[in-house]
């Protein structure tokens, strides 16, 4: 399990509307005024066709607080432990043990990225 996209977006003030199976908002990363943001819940995925950027959880904080792929971690385990829960969801782990060696995390960062990729 992984950090809901979802619930990042909205925490960065972003206001989601449902389009489908997905979510559209302004994008706060170029000037949007046509809610270029996508966000996909069913594949924890967020897309922008302003900027091409896109990613999952932690691609959204390494841009959203332009910080490194491992502060970006620590930043979602924090942020896992005061987001909204609004439809009784449990905390979810962060999608890499934080306690993790750097080789270990390096290994577990090019895991979630293959995975993320197929
Ligand atoms: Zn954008």
Same mark, same amino acid.
């Given at each position: 399990?992984?950090? *809901?996209?979802?619930?990042?977006?909205?925490?960065?003030?972003?206001?989601?509307?449902?389009?489908?199976?997905?979510? @559209?908002?302004?994008?706060?990363?170029?000037?949007?005024?046509?809610?270029? @943001?996508?966000?996909?819940?069913?594949?924890?995925?967020?897309? =922008?066709?302003? =900027?091409? @950027?896109?990613?999952?959880?932690?691609?959204?904080?390494?841009?959203?607080?332009?910080?490194?792929?491992?502060?970006?971690?620590?930043?979602?385990?924090?942020?896992?432990?005061?987001?909204?829960? *609004?439809?009784?969801?449990?905390?979810?782990?962060?999608?890499?043990?934080?306690?993790?060696?750097?080789?270990?995390?390096?290994?577990?960062?090019?895991?979630?990225?293959?995975?993320?990729?197929?």
């Amino acid at each position: 399990m992984q950090v *809901s996209v979802e619930h990042l977006v909205a925490a960065s003030g972003v206001e989601l509307k449902a389009a489908g199976k997905d979510l @559209l908002g302004r994008c706060p990363f170029h000037d949007d005024r046509e809610a270029s @943001l996508v966000i996909t819940p069913a594949k924890n995925l967020w897309h =922008c066709f302003g =900027c091409q @950027l896109g990613g999952g959880p932690i691609d959204w904080m390494m841009k959203r607080e332009g910080v490194s792929f491992r502060h970006a971690v620590e930043l979602l385990r924090a942020g896992a432990l005061s987001a909204p829960r *609004s439809r009784g969801e449990r905390l979810l782990p962060a999608p890499v043990a934080l306690d993790a060696g750097d080789r270990a995390l390096l290994d577990q960062a090019i895991r979630y990225y293959q995975e993320r990729l197929k």
